[in-house]
């Protein structure tokens, strides 16, 4: 029998016995197999897996499981840690603190994943040596780390965080932000959005949000902000964004709500931009080719949806949000035909916004050398003037 294919199976004669053999053997190949194919396992398979290796697991033979931790994959990590504390006595919390300070980094976030689950008093003493560890390289090891402090409600490493939005380092501001995204610092939204507001990474910035809190509860908490955090959204797929954000952020209600229920400026422009690029990513093969028939069907759905839109009456709210303060005024740029309109903001004071404005007249063949000298009357960035006066 072929323990693999019969583990990820649908036979279940097949995969009890082969999860059985798996624990109690152990058969660490096997494993290995199974963490070397996770990229490749549907996520429904790998879920089922680590049911059928639970299932396998009691009083007697648990503990074998310890010979797998050196192999690690985020697909088994929970369920391991839930065996160990289901028949764990003390000696098995030993065993992972000692693998937390001496073992490997695959070790580590095994054992980060069950420690968390134990009371405070048990861990308080790991503290300080996870704080450090959260801020290491190993993306999964500083995530399970970061989740350990969360767990045990570490004020410090957050605080540490919190003060890091105020870095002017960008990097800095966005490593800090996604802390707080795994650390599940709710409270930290409104600094995270007024970061995203001003950053040049507001498109990674925007793509943890939801991990924070879902989007329909952003929208009626702050709409205007929820709506920019979906531009963001929108403007990141496929580059930052798998298209499969379609389905995990819910984005076709979304839309939907948006037109027939809260149709204003800002969410008409989002609408806007969203019709555009999910035709460009149907239209594009390249961008679809390693989705799943699931987002490929939903890409679709959108599609279906867009092309009942009023397109005019989208584009007639656009221009209320030509105007310097606001939030979507970069955006609007894009949409907005009417070369009035966009005359209008050559008198900003936003350096980079005029400069926007240029770029655009000239794509849309309208550049006039007396939009040129209106705009550098207000420019004194010396890289901005160059760049606007060979437009």
Known sequence: ????KAITGKNPAEFEQAASILVDTPDIELF??????????????????AKRIKQACNKNNYKNLIQFLEYYSPSYDTMFAEVFKQYGDESIAEDMKNLLINGSNAQKCYTLKFL?????EQIKDLIPMVRETAILDDEFLSNNAIEFLSAVNDEVS????????????????????????????KDALPQILDVMKHSSLSENIASEIPFLIDLESLLEEDFDSAVLVLCN???????????????????????????YESLTSS???LLRMAKEKFASLEENEEYLFDCDKNTKDEVSNINKFFKGVNVNK???????????????????????NDIEELETLLDSENQTLLLKVLTTLKEKQALKAEHKQQALNHITSENIRQIAEVL
Request: proline fraction near 2%.
């Open 32 to 49: 290995k197999k199974l963490v070397k194919q996770d990229d490749f396992l549907f996520d429904f398979v790998k879920n089922n897996v």
């Open 158 to 185: 957050k605080t540490e965080a919190l003060n890091k939005l105020n870095s002017t380092d960008e990097f800095e501001q966005y490593n800090a932000i996604k802390f707080l995204v795994t650390f599940g610092a």
């Open 233 to 259: 959204i929108v403007n990141a797929i496929p580059e930052i964004i798998q298209p499969s954000a379609v389905i995990d952020y819910n984005l076709l209600e979304i839309f939907e709500n948006l037109y």
């Open 314 to 336: 989208l584009n007639s709210l656009l221009y209320d949000e030509l105007y310097d303060e606001s939030d979507f005024v970069f955006f609007a740029v894009d949409y907005v």
């Open 267 to 269: 969410s008409a422009l």
């Open 1 to 4: 029998m072929d323990l693999f």
């Open 116 to 120: 968390k689950l134990l009371n405070k």
